[in-house]
């Protein structure tokens, strides 16, 4: 009965034929869970005997539908440590808004999964809790820094699971783990109760199985919220609605700077084949120039750090967390709890961004990235007259192996070459497999990124659809 990998759709359908209960197929996924996380370390807790109340109405969208959730998303009640020691023990005292939706709309969450600390890395080896696995191959990682969440779907730990993605943080580890990963535009989905690394950059999505499953979470999870002011107040489709795997006549733009130096030459050799099926389908494929692309990832690397510097300046051992034991005084207090809470690539970060916000270097560092954000904006703006999509690969390789790139900071910021000006620009975007390349006697999955205008994630998602009912006919 209960021994395929199922998706939402497939959930309801067995919840309605009666196949199962929702507290069968919960306990199905904790079994599993039990047996199969030790090697994966895709979840950092479990949540025992669906303690997280279970509704089961099927007039639900989501009814008695099993969820994992990234380790910086608020669950009442639960601990959220956000990957870090600082905050090891700390309680959640309310629920994200994503949280309060999905709750509604009758999911079941299963645990909280693995991640970078504070969301900051992209392989998942910055956790304080010890790095997640690749599915695919234990070796290599996840990707990150919800390299949890995407370990946990591609194995089938979870039906679908939730995300946070700054600079590629949900599209990145779907490339890596061969799954379903939507970014939605900034201030489509509330960040309430999303434990903050850069505010400006920062948005919750999803990893599916399906691009229908993911059109099926962003309906539930999207909308104006009172508790975040950057949401915008915007009528809530059913995305579901416009996948109809018509794509006929659809703009297709493909960015020269995307495919240069850096990216893989199998990689470049899959994604260019997903652009010819998109060509075979009816779409048009119109080469385009993103010029300042190439200054994305120095931009984001001030940009980041200094929001990172002022948003963890709360974390100071006497409010919440961590507090030191061996501290003289208050300075040390500060000192001595950060010293010890915090991991390296954390405190790289905060300094970094001190460093940025400094008294004469503001204007130099800081201010001078978000002008060059605002010119990366504008190339997409400009790009978005002529085309409807944007299109190229999500990583520039397959996944690395763990450890290959802990020692070499740059070489692992450059994983999120294709990602980062995306959240620059606030816009939306999907990763879906496109393939795989055998490494190591490995078939290790290939992503292929779709880019939107704001606002328009219908758009990416007919396109995401069309492309993977293609790719894999059922």
């Known amino acids: 009965m209960l021994n395929i990998s199922f998706t939402i759709e497939s959930v309801k359908e067995g919840l309605k034929k009666g196949d199962f209960s929702a507290e069968e197929i919960f306990k199905h996924y904790y079994k599993k869970i039990e047996k199969e996380n030790k090697e994966l370390n895709a979840y950092l807790s479990i949540f025992e005997n669906c303690k997280?109340?279970?509704?089961?109405?099927?007039?639900?969208?989501?009814?008695?539908?099993?969820?994992?959730?990234?380790?910086?998303?608020?669950?009442?009640?639960?601990?959220?440590?956000?990957?870090?020691?600082?905050?090891?023990?700390?309680?959640?005292?309310?629920?994200?808004?994503?949280?309060?939706k999905l709750k509604m709309s009758g999911v079941t969450f299963l645990g909280k999964t693995n991640m970078d600390e504070f969301a900051m890395g992209s392989s998942t080896e910055n956790s304080a809790f010890g790095p997640s696995k690749?599915?695919?191959?234990?070796?290599?990682?996840?990707?990150?820094?919800?390299?949890?969440?995407?370990?946990?779907?591609?194995?089938?730990?979870?039906?679908?699971?939730?995300?946070?993605?700054?600079?590629?943080?949900?599209?990145?580890?779907?490339?890596?783990?061969?799954?379903?990963?939507?970014?939605p535009t900034y201030g489509r989905v509330s960040r309430h109760g999303l434990i903050a690394l850069a505010s400006s950059l920062?948005?919750?999505?999803?990893?599916?199985?399906?691009?229908?499953?993911?059109?099926?979470?962003?309906?539930?999870?999207?909308?104006?919220?009172?508790?975040?002011?950057?949401?915008?107040d915007l009528n809530v489709p059913d995305f579901t609605k416009g996948l109809d795997g018509i794509i006929k006549g659809l703009k297709v733009?493909?960015?020269?700077?995307?495919?240069?130096?850096?990216?893989?030459?199998?990689?470049k050799i899959k994604v260019e084949s997903a652009i010819s099926k998109l060509k075979s389908l009816g779409a048009e494929i119109i080469d385009i120039s993103l010029p300042h692309s190439e200054y994305a990832l120095a931009a984001y690397y001030i940009i980041l750090p200094s929001e990172?510097?002022?948003?963890?300046?709360?974390?100071?051992?006497?409010?919440?967390?961590?507090?030191?034991?061996?501290?003289?005084?208050?300075?040390?207090?500060?000192?001595?709890?950060?010293?010890?809470?915090?991991?390296?690539?954390?405190?790289?970060?905060?300094?970094?961004?001190?460093?940025?916000?400094?008294?004469?270097?503001?204007?130099?560092?800081?201010?001078?990235?978000?002008?060059?954000?605002?010119?990366?904006?504008?190339?997409?703006?400009?790009a978005f007259l002529k085309v409807d999509v944007i299109v190229g690969p999500t990583a520039p390789t397959t996944a690395f192996k763990i450890g290959e790139k802990a020692e070499?900071?740059?070489?692992?910021?450059?994983?999120?070459?294709?990602?980062?000006?995306?959240?620059?620009?606030?816009?939306?975007?999907?990763?879906?497999?496109?393939?795989?390349?055998?490494?190591?006697?490995?078939?290790?999955?290939?992503?292929?990124?779709?880019?939107?205008?704001?606002?328009?994630?219908?758009?990416?998602l007919k396109t995401a659809y069309s492309l993977e009912q293609s790719l894999n006919p059922q």
């Open 202 to 232: 920062d948005q919750i999505g999803s990893f599916t199985k399906k691009v229908y499953d993911s059109a099926t979470v962003l309906s539930v999870i999207v909308g104006k919220d009172v508790f975040d002011s950057t949401t915008i």
């Open 52 to 100: 997280l109340k279970i509704e089961n109405s099927a007039a639900m969208p989501l009814s008695g539908v099993p969820c994992a959730v990234k380790d910086n998303i608020l669950i009442d009640g639960t601990i959220c440590t956000a990957g870090s020691k600082i905050l090891e023990n700390y309680v959640s005292a309310y629920d994200a808004t994503v949280i309060s």
């Open 253 to 267: 733009g493909v960015p020269k700077e995307y495919f240069g130096k850096g990216l893989d030459p199998e990689v």
């Open 308 to 382: 990172v510097s002022a948003n963890l300046a709360r974390l100071d051992g006497i409010r919440y967390g961590h507090s030191s034991t061996h501290a003289k005084d208050l300075f040390e207090v500060y000192a001595k709890s950060r010293g010890e809470g915090f991991g390296q690539e954390t405190k790289r970060r905060i300094m970094l961004g001190a460093f940025a916000l400094s008294s004469g270097y503001y204007d130099a560092y800081y201010l001078k990235a978000q002008k060059v954000r605002a010119l990366i904006k504008k190339d997409f703006d400009d």
């Open 408 to 460: 070499d900071p740059v070489s692992m910021y450059l994983s999120d070459i294709y990602t980062v000006p995306v959240n620059l620009a606030g816009l939306p975007a999907i990763s879906i497999p496109c393939g795989s390349v055998r490494i190591e006697n490995k078939d290790l999955p290939v992503g292929f990124q779709i880019i939107g205008k704001p606002f328009d994630e219908a758009t990416i």
């Open 134 to 183: 690749n599915p695919h191959d234990v070796s290599r990682v996840p990707g990150g820094s919800s390299g949890g969440s995407a370990a946990a779907v591609a194995a089938d730990l979870c039906v679908f699971a939730l995300g946070s993605d700054t600079g590629g943080s949900i599209r990145q580890p779907a490339s890596f783990c061969g799954v379903v990963g939507l970014k």
